[in-house]
């Protein structure tokens, strides 16, 4: 299924870049199109792009999360992006992180010289307890270790706590690099961090120039599930945006600081792509958006998301892809239901990855990248290797 091509006002010129000349909107960058895959750029097979594989916090089935050890392993399975959510430090270093709270996948309550530190804040709108990656400079934020946040579900990841350290956004980009992969970037909390003085937009796009990043051909898309901060990305870089969007029908959270009164469905109907596709190149949404779950936990017909988004030239990621039958829907589950491991046992999640593949979604984010790799290489055998 080709996405008709939805052709973009020109941007400016970023101030990073050397001048050049203005392109006319004719020849602006359009979003490529459905599927088209960044460092592993993926063949056709019927007319269809191969879509990317996004490792998920880099390898998180297999190591804790978002750690250099997570990303490493990803790569080796052949993830062709790996994702660092982005929180900021005290002296405004990025480093990355699925929260700015830290004692869910960190060691910090171990801690007692940072036992003082513990405090309650409003995150988005929500109370939140603990210890928060803004409170910290990086170089104490070194002396923590990550640790895995579902140590039941993967004892051998949990296998791994205390092994490393939170790495910098600098440090996943050069490992990318050095590896010729691609990076997944989501800005976490964008307005709350502006509100204290420590924007994420600035440096991250500072830092992905000076690795010679900033344009829609390069190897990047970056994430938000705020809308505002994706605008004005849009007139500062030509790196490809992805909107994201929740499972629920709440609202992203500078919509609801703004008093707009439009929810997540509203951006998912055709008037609201349309808006999207003005300033992004995609959207990232939940599996379920694509493939209902019934009350029953069984799979349901596929939503007509997929082909929406594409009539406005948006790509459509999905999330989170995950091996544990606790995790996919009911009929995609295997074993006994009474065996106490049931849960967190292994399910038929090559046959989930087999039917979002086959409804042309342009991507997935995977906890396993491997297997989702491996499923996309059978279904579209004519692509090129990362």
């Known amino acids: 299924m080709s996405a008709v091509q939805h052709v973009r006002p020109a941007r400016p010129v970023s101030p990073a870049r050397s001048p050049g000349p203005t392109q006319p909107a004719s020849t602006a960058r359009p979003p490529a199109p459905a599927g088209t895959a960044g460092p592993a ?37 052949g993830a062709d992006y790996i994702e660092p959510d982005l929180v900021s430090t005290k002296d405004h270093v990025l480093v990355a992180r699925h929260e700015n709270e830290l004692s869910e996948t960190t060691d910090v309550r171990g801690h007692p010289e940072f036992a003082g530190r513990r405090t309650t804040k409003i995150i988005n709108g929500a ?44 440090e996943v980009v050069e490992l990318a690099q050095k590896h010729g992969v691609g ?51 849009h007139s500062l870089t030509r790196l490809r945006l992805i909107q994201l969007i929740g499972s629920g029908n709440g609202s992203p959270y500078d919509m609801v600081k ?6 997540c469905n509203d951006l998912l109907a055709p008037d609201g792509l349309r808006q999207i596709a003005e300033y992004a190149d995609g959207i990232g949404v939940t599996s379920t958006r694509v493939v209902p779950i019934g009350p029953d936990g069984r799979s349901q017909p596929a939503t007509s998301l997929v082909e929406d988004a ?36 292994a399910g038929n999640v090559a046959g989930w990855l087999e039917r979002l ?16 790799r491996a499923i996309r290489d059978r279904l579209f055998p004519g692509h090129r290797q990362a």
Request: hydrophobic letters at 35%.
């Open 41 to 77: 750029a993926a063949g056709t097979e019927h007319g269809v792009r191969a879509p990317i594989v996004i490792a998920h916090r880099g390898a998180s089935a297999f190591r804790p999360e978002h750690t250099l050890l997570a990303y490493e392993v990803a790569i080796q399975m």
């Open 127 to 170: 109370r939140v307890t603990g210890w928060f990656a803004e409170d910290f400079t990086l170089d104490e934020l070194r002396t923590l270790r990550a640790r895995e946040r579902f140590p039941h579900w993967r004892p051998g990841s949990r296998a791994y706590d205390g092994q490393a350290q939170i790495p910098t956004l600098e």
């Open 183 to 233: 990076v997944y970037p989501e800005i976490k909390y964008s307005s709350y961090f502006a509100s204290i003085g420590l924007p994420i937009e600035e440096p991250l796009l500072e830092t992905l120039r000076r690795h010679g990043w900033d344009d829609a051909c390069d190897p990047v898309f970056i994430q938000s599930f705020e809308t505002g901060n994706l605008k004005r990305l």
């Open 258 to 263: 703004s008093g707009d009164p439009r929810t």
């Open 310 to 345: 594409h009539r406005q030239g948006l790509r459509v990621h999905v999330s989170t892809i995950r091996d544990e039958n606790g995790k996919l829907p009911a009929d995609y589950r295997l074993g006994n239901p009474a065996d106490p491991a049931y849960s967190h046992a």
């Open 357 to 372: 593949y086959r409804l042309h979604v342009d991507g997935v984010l995977a906890d396993n990248p491997g297997s989702a």
